[in-house]
């Protein structure tokens, strides 16, 4: 408004000019028209960058196109903090997938098991194999017999057998302490499914023998039967070779599991015994074994 105002003003005074003026002032009269063609050239030069409807649109484009790419991001991340929360989480306990053919109907309840040859340790009793080792684990202060580790080719099946309610099973309750304790000692453990349903595979930190961290794998197995729980623990080659796997899964398909009628707290493990002398077979006492560990000397059983 101001410089509008301010051009007719001085548009007024220059006609006024030229009209009183004599002749000899023609060239002040041209400056000042010079000074007005100047100020309306400036005039409509503010005027242009004055407008604001294309400069808007532009602003208001980009402004747009920021907003989606910050949207855009936003559920980028969102996606990839969705994904990573999907690898950590623990998956739900399902149905196993069908079995495979190298497998048997077991673990069987000792009702539900069919004939034959196998080793009695009292709560389990054990297919026997051409070539197995048989470890048996001792309690050293109550003598009393706490698992069988049975080693083939270089690796080895820790088997213990445990009480169990009659309304629930075990095996996810006991992952999950699992999982906590070695995660809480510095190591990994990551869930997935297995041939007898969900598995713990395990990473746990060791000091080796030149005083620096490695780690120790191992594959954990639950199975939830009648009144009980089985928990086997696979270390060794088995867990890189699938055949050698396999020769295992089948073993375990072929456990039975002697629950006994007496009253159990759960997870209180079922007793085992050392067994008899017989062809083959030599009985030997061991201390308490680390799951994760080889075993002490063992007895082959032939």
């Keep these: 408004m101001g410089l509008f105002s301010r051009s007719k003003k001085r548009r007024t005074e220059s006609a006024r000019d030229s009209t009183t003026t004599e002749p000899a002032d023609t060239e002040q009269a041209e400056q000042a028209e010079q000074a007005e063609q100047a100020e309306q050239a400036e005039q409509a030069e503010l005027t242009e960058l004055a407008e604001p409807a294309d400069d ?8 747009g196109a920021d907003a989606a790419d910050t949207s855009d991001a936003t559920r980028a991340g969102d996606s990839a903090n969705a994904a990573n929360a999907a690898n950590t989480a623990e998956p739900e306990d399902a149905d196993p997938a069908p079995r495979g053919e190298h497998l048997e109907d077991g673990p069987y309840d000792v009702a539900d098991a069919p004939e034959e040859d196998r080793i009695d340790l009292g709560g389990l009793q054990v297919p026997t194999i051409d070539g197995m080792e048989l470890r048996m684990e001792v309690d050293q202060r109550t003598s009393a017999v706490t698992g069988a ?65 490695g780690y120790r794998p191992a594959r954990f197995i639950g199975i939830d039967g009648r009144r009980w729980f089985l928990r086997a623990i696979l270390t060794g080659k088995a867990l890189s070779d699938k055949e050698q796997a ?36 030599s009985q030997v006492k061991a201390g308490p074994l680390d799951p994760l560990a080889r075993g002490p000397e063992s007895t082959v059983i032939g």
Excluded: H
């Design 149 to 213: 580790n049975l080693v083939i080719g270089g690796s080895s099946l820790q088997v213990q057998a445990f009480a169990a309610p009659k309304s629930r099973g075990l095996w996810e309750e006991v992952r999950t302490s699992l999982r906590d304790s070695v995660v809480k000692q510095g190591g990994t453990a990551e869930s997935r499914p297995g041939a007898f349903g969900t598995e713990l595979i395990t990473r746990l930190p060791v000091k080796r023998t030149d005083g620096r961290t």
């Design 56 to 63: 808007g649109a532009e602003a208001e484009n980009a402004e």
């Design 246 to 281: 396999k020769t295992f899964e089948t073993l375990i398909s072929r456990l039975v599991v002697v629950r006994g009628g007496e009253a159990m707290a759960p997870q209180e493990l079922i007793p085992l015994g050392l067994p008899g002398q017989r062809p083959g077979l």
